[in-house]
């Protein structure tokens, strides 16, 4: 969440680059000609709508509770961790579509450094508030409630794992920011993506558009063998209460690297190429909407985290994992929205306010559970927890909602943007990518 975190508007890519050669080969005239990239307005706007999903999935509970008429969203709400999923394929796409031919030329260590140093100018400052927030905020918690849990979550240790983004390397983290290990995992993606840019421009050259097909596909069948496996409600993470071991770095991984070869088949064909009917976009975002409703309402097979029954006036709150099969759906989703500038959808998902959201969906994410934490303590120490009909409680819910938007943005105004553009001035222009 996903981002998780990368933008197709990317500023680092100058806005510009060379039409892809038709025969598939990588551009190599110069870094200049190679920096010239065509903005996808559409990926900017679908990352608003994943960023909702997580969102709509962390605030279910009180949703669902307060808001009676919201029921038939359940089966999507359940499973909307597959937003951070989402994320990881765009990343995946747009930092090949974005950075292949500029990587590839001249490829060695200063350009890993100078793609590795863009994108730390992306997520690291907006990051690193939040770590901070996160720490005052738990630091108050600690000295108002007497909680030795909160003085345990304080550690020194973990809060350098953070500051470095090695946080979810392992099997210890959700601690400080709970939700800033997509971050982390994004992280080993960029780094692995330095070597990967040598690979993809060989599969670009040399692959056949339907190997390159079949090699997306067998990128990402992996998490939906092993997703299959989990418990529902896990998240496509959890072991009960443990993070299972591998899962996110073979998460991320495979839908990085299924997304960035989407991304090497749309440079080879280019942005506008023809896509029959049924592979467009106002055909494939509703298939996957009608495969998560008929895995949920059907599930074959009910495995429940901590086998427990959760569920809110009947409805089970737990999300299918079986619904990990939509991941191999997202590539040619974003695939066919990559290509399909006129479809419907994606007319709808360039316009003005979903390519806003989308441009304010990373700070969003990271600072909406910060609100959904002091919503909770704030509805049961002000006595509303058990009546979620009351409109004290409706109240804060929305309020929660509206300032996690609001907060969104200002870290977007504030943070995100003014030190992105002071850290890229810091590079040299000789390592520049």
């Known amino acids: 969440m996903q981002k998780a975190d ?14 892809p050669a038709v025969n598939g080969s990588p551009s190599a005239a110069s870094p200049s000609a190679a920096s010239r990239v065509p903005h996808i307005n559409q990926l900017t706007g679908i990352r608003a709508l994943a960023a909702l999903w997580v969102l709509l999935f962390h605030f279910r509970p009180e949703l669902i509770e307060a808001f009676g008429f919201l029921y038939p969203l359940i089966p999507l709400m359940n499973v909307g961790y597959l937003g951070v999923d989402l994320f990881f ?52 918690l600690a000295t108002t409630t007497n909680d030795g849990g909160y003085h345990y ?16 390397w392992g099997t210890a983290h959700h ?21 990967l840019v040598v690979l993809l421009a060989k599969f670009r050259a040399l692959l056949s558009s339907r190997a390159l097909i079949g090699l997306a596909l067998l990128a990402v069948l992996p998490i939906v ?11 496509l993470m959890w072991d009960g209460d443990k993070v299972v071991e591998g899962m996110v770095p073979l998460r991320v991984l495979t839908e990085f690297v299924g997304g960035a070869i989407v991304a090497v088949l749309v440079l080879r064909h280019g942005l506008t190429a023809k896509l029959p009917w049924f592979l467009r976009p106002t055909v494939v975002l509703p298939l996957i909407l009608v495969v998560i409703y008929a895995i949920c309402l ?19 709150m737990w999300g299918a994992t079986e619904t990990v099969v939509v991941v191999p759906l997202f590539l040619l989703l974003v695939g066919s929205l990559a290509v399909s500038g006129r479809d419907v959808t994606s007319r709808f998902l360039s316009t003005k306010v979903m390519v806003w959201g989308g441009k304010v969906s990373f700070a969003l994410y990271l600072v909406h559970w910060l609100l959904l934490d002091l919503m909770r303590r704030l509805l049961t120490s002000w006595g509303y927890v058990d009546d979620p009909s009351s409109w004290g409680y409706r109240l804060l819910l929305i309020a929660a909602l509206v300032l996690s938007v609001v907060g969104g943005w200002l870290l977007h105004r504030y943070v995100e943007e003014p030190c992105q553009r002071s850290m890229r001035k810091m590079l040299p222009r000789s390592i520049k990518v």
């Open 6 to 19: 990368t933008q197709v508007t990317e500023q680092d890519a100058g806005g510009r680059q060379e039409p």
């Open 89 to 140: 394929v765009l990343s995946g796409f747009i930092l090949t579509y974005t950075h292949l031919d500029r990587m590839i030329v001249g490829w060695g260590p200063r350009k890993m450094i100078a793609f590795l140093w863009l994108r730390l100018s992306r997520i690291w400052p907006v990051m690193f508030t939040m770590l901070i927030v996160w720490g005052c905020y738990l630091a108050w």
């Open 153 to 168: 979550a304080l550690q020194p240790g973990r809060f350098l794992a953070h500051v470095f983004l090695v946080q979810a």
């Open 175 to 195: 601690d400080w920011n709970p939700i800033d290990w997509s971050l982390s995992a994004e992280w080993m993606a960029y780094i692995a993506f330095c070597f």
């Open 225 to 235: 063998l092993v997703g299959i496996g989990f418990q529902d409600g896990s998240d």
């Open 298 to 316: 059907y599930d074959p097979a009910v495995r429940v985290r901590f086998a427990v029954d959760w569920r809110i006036n009947g409805h089970l």
